[in-house]
């Protein structure tokens, strides 16, 4: 190949097969779609060869485009392998961490457990980064994952923090406007769902109850139930957080999920990553109470 090939072009392009599109290749990146394009046309020019067709229903790989793939994602393994050994260099507990967790947990959690860190390590910064989507450690796309599962089976280090218990939730005007929901079953009450699939409801609590509204958010879902719009099951250290919902009276709590702190095994030696997971480790064992009552 007469030039060498530009590494952030390549990192582009991978980007750009992965989203399917210049616009989305731009909001993961943190550019602009132009230079997006200038990268991709770049590429071009330089392997002498299209890699994307532009049709009217998106990006198409050429044939050239799929044999880059491979020595794109090899060139890739290898960055990110040298850019966890270097940041595994550091010794001194400063910087900024990149903190993946799913929105159950950004409700209240993250910013009680953010007032302790920031307290004891003051030059530490954190950037959450709120989504159900599975980040990718190996990836780098994050440097620490809260996740919520039963199991992980990914090839990172990993510790299980605690298992939640569940718990159902309404606000008081609406639990005195459908008394008797333990005696008939939930009969005219609505739930709040969090998907389409309400397989649940019939070994619930309240199966004749009817699910009425679905809103993904923990967030959304406990608004909605504060202002009396039906019950929700939600993780109790989320319901019990807001004075404005009860617990159902007479409905024990059911079991919930694991919470897993999750990190690239390359970074146990990064003391700011070092001193996020051990914090995060004491903070669930101090106030298990909160997640398992």
């Known amino acids: 190949m007469a030039k060498d090939l530009d590494w952030d072009h390549l990192r582009i392009f991978l980007t750009t097969m992965r989203t399917g599109s210049f616009r989305k290749a731009a909001e993961k990146l943190g550019v602009n779609h132009g230079t997006v394009h200038r ?18 229903s998106g990006l198409q790989l050429t044939q050239s485009g799929e044999t880059l793939i491979e020595p794109a994602e090899e060139m ?8 966890r050994k270097i940041s595994g260099l550091d010794l001194v507990p400063s910087g900024t961490i990149r903190l993946s967790l799913p929105p159950a947990l950004s409700h209240g959690l ?5 007032i302790g860190f920031s307290k004891a390590y003051p030059e530490i910064s954190v950037r959450a980064i709120s989504t159900n989507r599975v980040s ?14 039963m199991n992980v089976d990914e090839d ?3 510790r299980k923090l605690v298992k939640f218990v569940q718990a159902v939730y309404a606000a008081p005007s609406y639990l005195e406007a459908n008394p008797g929901l333990s005696e008939n079953g939930g009969e005219g009450a609505h739930w709040i769902a969090w998907n389409d699939q309400h397989d649940w409801v019939a070994n619930s609590p309240f199966p004749k109850a009817r699910v009425r509204h679905v809103l993904p958010e923990v967030s959304m879902q406990i608004e909605a139930a504060a202002q009396g719009l039906g019950l929700i099951k939600v993780p109790a250290f989320n319901g019990d957080a807001d004075p404005r919902l009860f617990r159902v009276p007479g409905v024990p709590v059911q079991p919930g999920y694991n919470i897993w702190l999750l990190y690239h095994g390359d970074l146990r030696r990064v003391s700011r990553v070092r001193a996020f997971v051990d914090f995060a480790f004491e903070y669930f ?9």
């Not at 890739?76 to 850019?83: D, F, T």
């Not at 064992?285 to 009552?293: G, K, P, Q, V």
């Open 136 to 149: 990718d450690l190996k990836r780098l796309e994050t440097d620490i994952s809260l996740r919520v599962a």
């Open 39 to 56: 990268a991709i046309s770049a590429l071009e020019t330089d392997l002498g060869t299209r890699i994307f067709d532009r049709t009217t």
């Open 76 to 83: 890739e393994a290898q960055a990110n392998n040298i850019s």
């Open 285 to 293: 064992a101090s106030n298990r109470e909160l997640f398992t009552r």
């Open 156 to 158: 990172v280090l990993g």
């Open 110 to 114: 993250l910013t009680d457990m953010l």
